[in-house]
């Protein structure tokens, strides 16, 4: 069976501070793989998503980045945080396929920015 | 451009009453549509998902959903509502770039 992995689970960063989260996938090969983030009171906004290794969308300009250094590896990341990157970010998964693939969401890291 | 609209922020229901979510959907093509619900501090658990081949939809844990093309809808249903139901729940959209499109969330609370 699939899992997939985040870490950290909550995260605690000064302004100003550069951002790593990592997100993990086990049991499939070459998955799609997204990282969504989630505001607090807010739905969920796709920030990136990737249909293979080193190939990234990017859905909203920021100052935020993602890359995909292995098959099952997707890498979030900021050179320097603002107050606005605070929220819950969820990693996901889904088969390499067409439309109406199921995505799977790991547990989520918590990011807070003071 | 497919979008999807939560209708109600929060809804409260009593343990062994109806659950109904709103959920209605804009998409320029047959769209896919999914109903995630999400625990506190957790990620996203799939429930169900329509993918037109058929319009009742039973998902896991008594829920299902009903695709109505006329109404552009796909409300959330479970006849009998349990406190551990108690979470927020998601409508999503497949956009067809293999990215989904959520609504704003609604979160359910079960009262004794």
């Known amino acids: 069976s699939q899992t997939i992995h985040q870490w950290p689970a909550t995260l605690v960063q000064p302004v100003g501070s550069p951002l790593s989260l990592e997100c993990t996938v086990e049991?499939?090969?070459?998955?799609?793989l997204y990282w969504y983030r989630q505001a607090a009171g807010r739905g969920l906004q796709l920030l990136f998503y990737?249909?293979?290794?080193?190939?990234i969308s990017s859905e909203v300009p920021q100052n935020l980045s993602a890359s995909r250094p292995q098959d099952r590896q997707f890498i979030l990341s900021s050179k320097k945080l603002l107050l606005s990157d605070s929220g819950f970010y969820l990693c996901?998964?889904?088969?390499?396929?067409?439309?109406?693939?199921?995505?799977?969401f790991g547990p989520g890291t918590r990011l807070t920015v003071l | 451009a497919q979008s999807v609209t939560q209708l109600g922020s929060h809804v409260s229901v009593s343990e062994g009453a109806l659950v109904l979510l709103r959920c209605n959907y804009s998409?320029?093509?047959?769209?896919?549509l999914f109903w995630y619900v999400q625990y506190p501090n957790q990620g996203l658990q799939l429930l169900l998902k329509?993918?037109?081949?058929?319009?009742l939809v039973k998902g896991i844990n008594g829920f299902e959903a009903e695709f109505k093309k006329s109404e552009t809808s796909f409300h959330l249903t479970k006849p009998s509502a349990h406190m551990s139901d108690a979470a927020e729940y998601f409508c999503?959209?497949?956009?067809?770039?293999?990215?989904?499109?959520f609504g704003s969330g609604t979160r359910l609370q079960v009262q004794p």
């Open positions: 996901a998964w889904s088969f390499r396929g067409g439309s109406a693939d199921t995505q799977y």
């Open positions: 049991g499939t090969s070459n998955p799609n």
């Open positions: 990737s249909v293979g290794i080193g190939q």
């Open positions: 998409s320029s093509v047959p769209p896919y």
């Open positions: 329509y993918t037109s081949a058929a319009t």
């Open positions: 999503a959209v497949d956009t067809g770039r293999r990215a989904l499109t």
